[in-house]
């Protein structure tokens, strides 16, 4: 759940900084232009609303982490009392690298969203500045 939520974590921060960026905050085109030219609508997140999220996931960060943290403290409890005896910082480890490998494709899958959100930004901008300069419909 650490990994989900910083991977959420990194992709509202991209919102974010590109929202700081670009000074923009909301979508520059609309909905019907964004469907005639095959982009997507999700870039221009209010800033209010891309702040509120990061404060949510940042809250759901501390509060999971310090689940993992009692958790934690309990497996070296119970292992100090497993016979035969079993290192829990071993065991915490490889479970760790186990669940990190198996959420490999959800690592791929939030790289593919951030790789989007910045190619959406460049195609608002191109389709905004061919609008402004007011083609007729023969152009």
Same mark, same amino acid.
């Given at each position: ?49 891309? #702040?509120?999220?990061? /404060?949510?996931? $940042? +809250?759901? %960060? !501390? ?8 958790? @934690? ?22 479970? #760790?690298?186990?669940? /990190?490998?198996? $959420? +490999?494709? %959800? !690592? ?8 989007? @959100? ?22």
């Amino acid at each position: 759940m650490i990994y989900y939520l910083k991977l959420q974590q990194q992709l509202w921060q991209d919102y974010y900084d590109l929202g700081i960026k670009d000074g923009v905050w909301a979508p520059r085109i609309s909905k019907v232009k964004a469907k005639e030219h095959n982009t997507c609508l999700s870039y221009g997140r209010s800033e209010k609303f891309v #702040e509120q999220r990061q /404060k949510t996931i $940042q +809250h759901q %960060l !501390n509060r999971t982490e310090n689940e993992l943290q009692q958790h @934690l403290h309990h497996l070296a409890e119970w292992t100090d009392k497993a016979k035969p005896s079993i290192d829990s910082i071993f065991l915490s480890t490889a479970i #760790e690298r186990m669940v /990190k490998n198996a $959420q +490999h494709r %959800l !690592n791929v899958e939030f790289q593919h969203k951030r790789i989007m @959100l910045k190619l959406d930004v460049d195609d608002h901008h191109l389709i905004t500045s061919v609008y402004d300069l007011e083609p007729t419909e023969e152009q």
